[in-house]
């Protein structure tokens, strides 16, 4: 294994290309990095739509993007999408590389860079097949610092380089700009700072997210016993899930679809309270400082529940019995429904426990 040099490194890429959960928590990496070595030039590889969070809250300097839709698409727009990728990507002379993604196509990005350093898995997250080769000369642990939480997957490259952990949780505060924005749209929905709950019920696949009607009976039970309001939050291509909410449960401000990740942190932030599926917006609102209810299915909470706030993190018991037959995979948490198996009063008690944990002075709280 390569030696690594005591000089500081000038300009490190980190590859991170999955989702808003696992930026936020790759957060954290890069900010022991920039502890560790003052002026680094710190970019990532991400998709474009989170290029401008990841660059306006300080997590990388720069951002390379690439756009998921062609990278699922035809061979052709693929390999065009790669070019691209590659070709700005070659520009920056990295001398580190760190390889967060862990998949054939990061594998062969990395090889391509050719950094005097750089770091990947060992063993990789899925076995290499006969025909792949590991362009990585220096090897992180699968999970670093004797922890278990996905969040130490992705600082454990910390470890070979010999930086010490400094930052152990995410903590992303919104923009001066967006907090004035989030605070427009409450004042529009006659809402307050703390006065309100922040609920997402979406997910991309249709097996993780929780019933809506059970979503409705917890707001319509909270927002009886304390006076709360609730917030519907979540992208564009979650709007149906909302409207199911909103024809089942007393009045609710949805915001559904309506907000930039920018200021959808300023709405988490501002929230008493998050509640929702186990997503990108769960890992947000922990990382805005915002108390967490999460609800799993098959993912455990052990490895990607929220982290650095009060939290509790709500799964059925395992091994699961099946409730969604043919449209279940029970071997893929990202295809598995058994987050329906959770029933609403364990929920609410969470809730309950939560605002009780957390207790702050209400003045419309009964």
């Known amino acids: 294994m390569l030696q690594i040099s005591p000089r500081p490194f000038r300009s490190i890429l980190i590859i991170q290309t999955k989702f808003i959960g696992d930026v936020v928590l790759s957060s954290t990496l890069a900010k022991n990095l920039q502890l560790e070595y003052p002026g680094v030039r710190i970019v990532f590889l991400c998709e474009a739509r ?39 990507l070659r520009q920056f002379r990295f001398d580190l590389t760190i390889d967060l993604t862990d998949s054939k196509t990061s594998r062969l990005i990395v090889r391509f860079l050719n ?3 750089r770091i990947g898995y060992n063993p990789p997250e ?25 969040l130490y997957r992705y600082l454990s490259p910390l470890e070979p380089l010999g930086v010490g952990l400094r930052v152990r949780v995410p903590s992303i505060r919104p923009l001066p700009m967006e907090t004035a924005r989030a ?28 019933q809506h009607e ?27 899930p909302a409207e199911q909410i909103l024809a089942s449960a007393a009045s609710i401000v949805n915001l559904v679809g309506a907000l930039s990740l920018e200021t959808l942190l300023a709405v988490l932030q501002q929230a008493r309270l998050f509640v929702g599926n186990e997503s990108g917006p769960m890992h947000m609102a922990a990382a805005a400082g915002t108390p967490v209810v999460g609800l799993f299915g098959l993912t455990s909470p052990a490895v990607w529940g929220p982290v650095g706030v009060p939290s509790l993190a709500l799964q059925p018991s395992m091994p699961c019995n099946c409730v969604a037959g043919s449209l279940c995979n029970p071997l893929d948490p990202s295809k598995a429904c058994c987050v329906w198996r959770l029933e609403v009063g364990p929920v609410v008690a969470a809730v309950r426990e939560v605002l009780s944990r957390t207790h702050v002075e209400l003045e419309h709280a009964v």
């Open 214 to 240: 059970r979503f409705a009976a917890v707001i319509d039970t909270i927002s009886r016993e304390t006076g709360l309001d609730f917030v519907l939050v979540g992208g564009p291509d979650e709007r149906k």
């Open 50 to 88: 989170l290029a401008s969070f990841v660059t306006a809250h300080g997590i990388a300097s720069e951002v390379v993007t690439f756009r998921r839709a062609a990278m699922r698409g035809t061979p052709l727009e693929r390999g065009r999408e790669l070019y691209s990728m590659i070709s700005q």
């Open 115 to 117: 950094a005097s350093t």
């Open 183 to 210: 605070q427009a749209l409450l004042d529009k929905h006659h809402l307050r700072p703390n006065g309100f709950v922040a609920v997402h019920a979406g997910a991309s696949f249709h097996g993780r997210r929780w």
């Open 126 to 150: 899925r076995p290499l097949r006969w025909h792949e080769r590991q362009p990585a000369n220096v090897f992180a642990e699968p999970f670093g610092f004797g922890e278990r939480h996905y």
